[in-house]
Structures are given as C-alpha cells and as structure tokens.
C-alpha cells in the first residue's frame, strides 16, 4: 500500500454473535457486516476475557486477562499505570481515538497520588484507556458514573430536543396515546418508537462522530475506535426499525424443564433473580427482542453509509476493519437475562477482521473456527502498524497469521479462558458466599467448556453432544477425566506471570547470563575468575588512606 495503514475498530454493545445474517440468523438481515465478512475472517469461536462491560472492554483495550490488570466488574477503575493499547500506539506514532464508549472509570485515588492533573495530557489518556476522546459517550446520562455531561445531550438540545435528560426522555424513551413519555427502563414500552427522529438517535451520532474523526485525523496512521452504545438496553429503537420485526422473527427460547428442575447452584441462583426472572417470561421477549433486532439493523444501515464514505475518501483500502462485541445478551435464554455467565449466548461474540494488506488476500471471506480470545485484537493492532511486539504486557496473539495464512496453525491456544466476579450479584447473597470467593473461571477447549465455581462442583457442558448446553455434566463421573484436564488448564493459566510486566524478555535473557558489571560473585580465585570470565581481574594498587 502506498498509504499509511489505519485501523477502524467497531465494538457493538451487548450484540450476540449469532444475530447476525453472516452468523446464520434467519431472519435479521445485516448486509453490510456480512459484506465485510466477506472481505475478511470470519471467526466462529471468538470470546471475551468476561461477559460483562467494564472487564471485558478492559481487557480488549490492556491485552490483558482480568486477573492481570484487576478491573473485575463495573466501576471498578483501570489503575493508574495499567500500558494500554492506547499507550502502544502512541508509542510509534499512531494516534489511537475513541468515539464512543468505553465504559472505563478513572484511577483517580492513584492520579492524585502520582499528582496527575485529570485535565493534563496524562490525565485524559489515564482516565480513556490510553485513547484520546475524539468522542466519549458511555450512555446512562446524566446519571451515570461514566460521563454526566456527554455531547450528545447537547446535540440533542440544539436541535430542539431539550430537557434535564434529553439521552432518556428522547433516545430512550417513547411516547403514550396521551403525549405522556414512557421510559423504555420500563421493558413494557420496548415496542415503541424512540422519541426521537432517526438520524438524531444514538446510532447515526456516533456513526457521524466517526466520520468526523476521519475528516480530522487525514491519512493517518490512526486507529478509530468506533463503540456502539447500542444493542445496550434500554431497549428502543426509532422509526421505522421499531418495527421491522415482529413475534414470527423471534426464535424459540433455548432452554429446558430440565435444565431448570437441577441447576446447578449458582445458575439457579441466577434463574431465581429479578432480572432473569423477568426476562424468562414470552411477553417480555415479545416486547424487548423486535426492538434489539432492530437496533442491530440499524447500526448494519450505518455502517453501510460508514463505508461508503470511507470508499469516497480513499480509505477503505488502506484501513483494517474490525467488528465485534463486547459480550451478547442472554434473552431469555436458558432462563436467564443480561449477560454474565458463560453460556454461549453470553461469553461468544462475532469477530469480522477485513485486512486490505495484498497478503491478507489468501484468506478473503474465510471462515476460521480457531479460539479466539478478545486480548487478541491488541497484539494485532500493534504488529499490524509495525510495533514490536511485547509479549510480557500483551497476553493475546497475534491474528495476523490467521489473516494471511490459508493453512490452519500448526499449534494454537488449547483453551479458551474467560473470568467473573459476581460479588456484587444478589446470587453471592443466595448462596452465602464471601466476597473474595464469587469468582468465575471458564476454560474452553472447543469441545467441553468447564467452569470452576469456587465454593461449589464446576459446570461442564459438551458443545458437541449438546450444543445448546442443556445438560451440565459436572457431576459426571464418566467426565472426571475432562473435569480434571480443564481445571488443570485453568491451574497453569493462573500460575503464569501475570504482572512482570516492566522487564522485557531480552532484558531478563540478558540478566540472565551473568551478574551486573562490578559484582563478582561465587568466583575462588585469579585463575577461578580468568576461567569464568575469559579475562583477567583487575588487579589493584595498594592505596594508602588520605589524610
């Protein structure tokens, strides 16, 4: 390429990977992202390091597994220190921009200890996961802990929309036979039109705001991370996706008697909740999944507009595309609602990586069933722009391999690993269980998932005899051999180095061949040295004391 390569990053929220048309939905056609796949990998066995916001986008953005960079649940903040993707890049002179969210809360504590001025250069890169806010917007205004003031709301005011909450009473909510608003908080009033014409909801502002950045930023190098607050609750959509689909587009619950009648305890647990109680319930998914369809068909019609603009500006040649999620949504499935455990619907997502580089060409429209991890992406970006890689901050692989070599790799990753604190859940309170005990692990070999529960028997599912994970083998005793080869890969993985993270590998290689210049250690004599050293010691004159 005669240009710069750039990389636009697109991170839908709470999108499952199978509802999309290219994943094989049936009925929510999503033409643009299918064409991208066809320009790129597709892989069918992507997974994120936690099935919630905050965790997962932090480990997509650090390259790191939770357990290294500690940001276990929301809200919990990213510490001060913490190398993200944003600080690679910069690094080489590639500018790393955000437009949209991240759902990221600032080590402030740790900011004013260092004394980090927030509004400084360091601060704003500390507090946005190294990016710089080209456009933050995390939703939940103006109440949530992300951003009270995005500038979204004032969007929505200057064209006329004004209110204390313009995000809630217009984009999010809809409007009674009587004018009365009605909140779509309320699950009930999902099948209504967003209070808001289409082109000023949420979706095309920030498609806009990537458009913008692109204008801004020239021919790079750049990378534009372009994340989606949408298919997020709450859920509504405007018109006219409001109603593009109906109850004869929604797929039969994936779910058992049985499966309910000897959960598991924490899945129970779970089941037994408000949340997922509720979202067990056909009228709640009657209401809520036409509006997440489409949601999802919206941001399919911008990213078509998107790439069309990128085409007129002469970028998409020169610019690697990315599509992803950062965890789906269970919807009533296995009875559950939201995210959080590791069923498929949960912890897979859809990953779409169309490389424009002549070598990618090899493996155009190609579908990979390697397991991919979301740490991969960081690693990837860095090679990709032609950073060294790091191997003891960054814990993904790098995909490029897969992206221009047909052959499958010879050696891959074994598992898959995935981590959740549920200590903030009322199923720690269900189950008694202590705080530093409501931990999660899954590994994931392809076949069986397994599931260490601190506390309780693991959860084991055979995606092969059972690909809809209805029956949990866990208390088996014909998979003991399973059980006790995936715990141990969760053991292995929990005892690497997680945080040596200040040392490179060549620096330890070198450590590791002698001690530092001055310090002789272990040596007898003259000869002992001259045959450890190759070399004489140097001898010294007597000195006689001054003075």
Not at 188 to 201: C, G
Not at 300 to 307: A, I, N, P, S
Not at 410 to 437: F, H, K, N, P, T
Request: a negative charge; hydrophobic letters at 40%; glycine letters at 8%.
């Amino acid at each position: 390429m005669t240009k710069p390569l750039n990389v636009l990053w697109i991170m839908a929220d709470q999108l499952r990977y199978d509802y999309l048309s290219c994943y094989g939905h049936p009925h929510l056609a999503t033409p643009n992202i299918d064409a991208l796949a066809r320009r790129g990998v597709r892989f069918t066995n992507a997974y994120v390091q936690s099935p919630i916001c905050g965790p997962s986008r932090m480990s997509s953005y650090t390259g790191r597994y939770c357990l290294s960079h500690g940001s276990t649940w929301n809200g919990v903040p990213l510490r001060v220190g913490e190398p993200t993707l944003g600080d690679h890049l910069r690094a080489i002179g590639v500018r790393p921009a955000l437009v949209g969210k991240t759902h990221m809360v600032a080590d402030r504590e740790g900011m004013a200890w260092l004394g980090i001025e927030p509004g400084s250069v360091i601060g704003v890169t500390r507090a946005e996961c190294g990016f710089e806010p080209f456009e933050r917007d995390d939703g939940l205004h103006p109440f949530g802990p992300y951003d009270p003031d995005p500038d979204y709301d004032a969007f929505l005011r200057k064209n006329g929309f004004d209110s204390a909450n313009p995000w809630e009473d217009f984009a999010n909510s809809g409007v009674g036979d009587d004018g009365e608003l009605l909140s779509a908080w309320l699950l009930k009033y999902s099948h209504l039109p967003a209070n808001v014409p289409e082109p000023l909801s949420e979706t095309p502002y920030m498609t806009s705001r990537a458009m913008d950045f692109m204008r801004d930023a020239g021919e790079g190098p750049w990378l534009c991370h372009l994340s989606y607050i949408k298919p997020h609750w709450p859920y509504i959509v405007p018109a006219p996706y409001h109603d593009m689909y109906g109850p004869s587009h929604i797929l039969p619950p994936v779910r058992s008697a049985a499966e309910r009648a000897g959960a598991h305890p924490l899945l129970e647990a779970y089941m037994r909740s408000r949340i997922c109680a509720t979202f067990s319930r056909d009228d709640v998914r009657e209401r809520v999944i036409p509006a997440y369809m489409g949601l999802i068909k919206q941001i399919d019609d911008q990213l078509g507009l998107l790439f069309d603009f990128m085409a007129s500006r002469g970028l998409i040649d020169n610019t690697m595309i990315v599509f992803t999620s950062d965890h789906g949504d269970y919807l009533g499935d296995h009875w559950m609602g939201e995210k959080e455990l590791f069923h498929e619907q949960s912890v897979k997502v859809p990953l779409i990586i169309a490389d424009p580089r002549p070598l990618a060409d090899a493996t155009r429209g190609m579908v990979r069933a390697e397991l991919v991890e979301a740490i991969d992406l960081a690693p990837t970006f860095l090679g990709a722009f032609g950073g060294s890689p790091k191997p003891h901050i960054l814990e993904g692989r790098d995909l490029t391999g897969l992206l221009h070599d047909a052959a499958a790799p010879r050696e891959w990753r074994r598992v898959a690993i995935s981590e959740y604190d549920y200590a903030v859940r009322v199923a720690r309170q269900m189950l008694g269980v202590a705080q530093e005990d409501a931990r999660l692990i899954m590994a994931f070999d392809g076949r069986y998932k397994y599931i260490h529960v601190e506390g309780f028997r693991p959860i084991l599912f055979d995606l092969q005899a059972d690909p809809q994970e209805l029956t949990d083998l866990g208390a088996d005793p014909a998979c003991s051999d399973v059980r006790d080869r995936l715990a141990d890969e969760i053991a292995q993985w929990a005892r690497r180095h997680h945080n040596k993270i200040t040392v490179t590998r060549e620096r330890i290689d070198a450590m590791s061949k002698g001690e530092p210049s001055g310090v002789v250690i272990g040596v007898w004599d003259e000869a002992h040295y001259r045959q450890v050293f190759g070399r004489d010691f140097a001898a010294r004159r007597h000195l006689k004391p001054q003075g």
